[in-house]
């Protein structure tokens, strides 16, 4: 029971700060243009479509039934999903288990996200209590400089260290023709010189202490889709499908006061559920490639270590040995990541994207030079919402 | 499609004006599905919520309710659309193979909200919203051109608003609990012209939850499963002057679709009752004619001829429909509990006698752009 299902092909935009030549209904359109190219199907070879994005950030009601004359809903089945930062995830989730019912063969995702016409912040904070963490903690950011202040404490951490996960994030990006982040200047420089300069520049600016402005992603226009096909049809239209080997999410938590700040246990315990069920024992060694849900750069150290990639503390040294660079042994986002490139409704589903055109060979200039066997994905969202979708080369049995 | 069907249901009281909060609603539509399912939260292996960010006034809205839903620990996820759509994605993640139950619960607080700048925001931001549009105007235009192409009348329209108002007497659960006459519909208050307030759903709060199970979860389960028997949902364009407002070509492709699956061919004389999104009175006669249960242009004559009076052949909105309580997203579930009810021959006072087969139905989007259609059976 239960068909399998696989990722057929991926459609991104070009992230950008401002797309003033575009309104929603059209960068949608750009992306499923691209996706459905990509997977070399028409809109008429969709049976159904999810789409998603954050109301507030754009200030438009029911999404789905707007866009549909983008995203080529028009009468196909589509809804929408919903869950915050992890959107794009949730939404790639859905595609899947519309497919995994047997109800629909081929399945359009879409997210994405007009940043430059948001507030985003403004809008994040409405995700908390009203009473009790609006006025003090509500945000994109506050929340990651705690939870940032916390692990250096735990760890003897340093501003360094997660310097050191920027620079290799916008490395990486420079590899990436869609990144919304280019920093050119940092071309032929060495990761010690930037480190260097990331946490003594005065133009880095301190938002929150312990998080810089180059330690935050930043606001993007954008779009992606993803096209998912049952195993009927799969493999006829990819010659590589990325199948989905393994999903599983966990949000367990309402308040930011609940949360374990030691531990990001959602991510932590919906990676474990997705390595179960996919009999990943050693995640390091199994796992070929990452395109990893991680805002800021001390995600990139901390998040490592509860998916499961090393002990607690040791996310320092998996970075600083190159472990997670290019030609590491676990390349970790060769996009550059959300660092480089966050529409918001759409981040996550590019992660899922991503990871899969390195399984199906297909990431041009940011394709790792090894065998792709297993690919792993996140997403993470409002109060720990933790999205986890592991990609690989066979057909899972 | 392997077999699916539904093993619980739950809703609050609907009312005007609730002191309980998102999570308080949420949990006891949550703790009534679950006794109705006679489990506890440890037999459901995953959750879906539906909620909208702009009726809660809060971004992810489902973030509040995570606790209530009792997803910790599980899979959830978030669907923001009717409940039927919710149900929909709920019934997709039991036949995955990945889960056996599903809990699907959804939530509203219309009356903590503005109607008419929540449903302005779903129009184009740059032409339409400054004209004011929203949910009811748009719906005004929509019933001209429905009078306009059918012939159809105001009073016509009051009939459905007097049926299910007659209908709702019967319905603890309704928000609105009074009989009314044509009459009445005729001489309340102008809302958008050609609607007056009896022509309009009223501002609702509450909340509803139904548990799905596949084959192989019933055994958790001593009740007898009402099964779903075909299930679709179809989006029609979104611009309103692109689509013909006097049909419903998406209705029609969905119902199409689920009674294919159903096996239903004459929908008129199989559906034993039918619980549909009557928004404003004259929706239901434009569904009747997108179900196949009158003729394109004929709805006016299904209602004149009493077919779907609580004593017809084929008794639409027993409940009294969302004209005696419309919370918005909810509404979708409510009819699904209702024809869940109906099949199981526990309706009480609305229950028609000897239903087998029942069909729920919830819309997307302005005029009725998407619909969702589930038949079920026993």
């Not at chain 1, 040294?317 to 060769?334: A, I, Q, Y």
């Not at chain 2, 008794?315 to 869940?340: D, M, W």
Request: glycine share 10%; charged share 20%; hydrophobic share 40%.
């Amino acid at each position: 029971m239960g068909k399998r299902v696989a990722v057929v092909g991926f459609g991104q935009t070009i992230g950008r700060s401002s797309r003033k030549d575009v309104n929603g209904v059209e960068i949608i359109n750009e992306a499923v243009v691209a996706a459905l190219a990509d997977a070399e199907l028409t809109i008429d070879d969709i049976d159904a479509i999810v789409i998603g994005n954050m109301d507030h950030f754009e200030g438009i009601n029911y999404v789905d039934s707007w866009s549909v004359e983008g995203s080529g809903g028009v009468m196909k089945p589509i809804f929408k999903v919903t869950t915050g930062g992890t959107t794009g995830s949730s939404v790639a989730m859905c595609a899947y288990y519309h497919a995994a019912s047997g109800m629909f063969d081929r399945v359009l995702a879409i997210g994405w996200e007009k940043n430059s016409e948001s507030d985003t912040t403004g809008a994040i904070i409405t995700a908390f209590d009203p009473f009790w963490e609006r006025p003090n903690i509500g945000g994109a950011i506050a929340g990651l400089a705690v939870e940032a202040s916390k692990y250096m404490s735990n760890y003897g951490v340093t501003e360094r260290d997660g310097a050191r996960v920027a620079v290799r994030e916008r490395l990486h990006a420079l590899n990436n023709p869609y990144a919304h982040l280019h920093q050119e200047w940092m071309k032929g420089m060495e990761v010690d010189q930037l480190v260097e300069l990331l946490v003594t520049s005065e133009q880095n600016q301190v938002l929150a202490y312990p998080l810089r402005m180059s330690d935050m992603c930043p606001r993007t226009d954008g779009a992606a889709a993803v096209v998912f096909a049952s195993e009927d049809v799969a493999e006829k239209i990819a010659p590589i499908p990325a199948w989905v080997v393994a999903t599983a999410n966990r949000h367990d938590y309402v308040y930011l006061g609940d949360l374990n700040w030691d531990v990001n246990e959602t991510l932590r315990d919906a990676s474990r559920k997705v390595f179960e069920k996919a009999g990943i024992k050693e995640p390091l060694k199994e796992i070929d490639v990452c395109e990893l849900y991680m805002p800021y750069s001390y995600a990139g150290l901390k998040w490592m270590e509860n998916i499961g990639f090393c002990g607690p503390g040791e996310g320092p040294k998996l970075l600083w040995d190159g472990t997670t660079d290019m030609d590491g042994e676990l390349p970790v986002n060769p996009s550059g990541g959300v660092m480089s490139y966050n529409a918001i409704g759409a981040t996550a589903l590019i992660r899922v994207g991503e990871a899969a055109i390195q399984v199906m060979r297909k990431a041009g200039t940011r394709q790792v030079q090894k065998d792709v066997n297993y690919a792993l994905s996140t997403g993470f969202g409002g109060c720990s919402w933790a999205d986890v979708m592991l990609l690989g080369k066979n057909k899972p049995a | 499609m392997e077999k699916v069907g539904i093993v619980g249901v739950g809703q609050t009281k609907y009312e005007r004006k609730k002191e309980d909060t998102f999570a308080e609603l949420v949990f006891e539509a949550c703790t009534g599905a679950l006794a109705d399912a006679g489990v506890g939260i440890e037999d459901i292996d995953n959750v879906v919520t539906v909620s909208n960010d702009f009726w809660d006034g809060r971004t992810i809205s489902s973030m509040a309710v995570m606790d209530a839903a009792g997803s910790w620990d599980k899979d959830i996820s978030t669907v923001e659309g009717d409940g039927v759509f919710g149900a929909m994605y709920g019934m997709m993640r039991a036949l995955s193979g990945s889960f056996d139950t599903t809990l699907v619960v959804a939530h509203v607080k219309g009356s903590e909200g503005n109607m008419n700048l929540i449903t302005n925001a779903m129009f184009d931001p740059i032409f339409q919203r400054q004209l004011g549009i929203d949910a009811t105007s748009s719906a005004a235009l929509q019933a001209r051109s429905y009078m306009e192409k059918t012939g159809a009348t105001e009073e016509d329209f009051a009939r459905v608003s007097v049926k299910n108002h007659g209908n709702g007497v019967n319905n603890p659960f309704a928000q609105i609990q009074k009989k009314i006459s044509v009459d009445d519909v005729m001489k309340s208050r102008k809302i958008s012209e050609p609607l007056k307030l009896f022509d309009c759903s009223p501002i609702t709060d509450g909340a509803a939850a139904i548990v799905i199970s596949n084959e192989k979860g019933m055994k958790r389960f001593k009740k007898d499963p009402v099964w779903i028997l075909g299930a679709a949902h179809i989006s029609d364009s979104y611009t309103l002057g692109y689509r013909d407002l006097t049909s419903s070509p998406a209705l029609e492709a969905a119902v199409k679709k689920a009674y294919g699956m159903a096996g239903i061919t004459d929908p008129l004389k199989e559906l034993d009752v039918v619980e549909l999104a009557d928004v404003y009175s004259y929706m239901e006669l434009l569904w009747y004619e997108g179900l196949g249960l009158a003729p394109k242009g004929k709805g006016a004559d299904l209602i004149r001829s009493g077919a779907t009076a609580m004593d017809g052949d084929l008794p639409v909105n027993p409940s009294g429909g969302l004209l005696c309580a419309h919370p918005v997203l909810v509404a979708g579930l409510a009819r699904i509990i209702e024809a869940t009810l109906q099949i199981r021959g526990e309706a009480g006072d609305r229950q028609v006698k000897g239903a087998n087969k029942a069909l729920a139905h919830g819309i997307n989007g302005p005029c009725g752009q998407a619909h969702g259609v589930f038949v079920l059976g026993s």
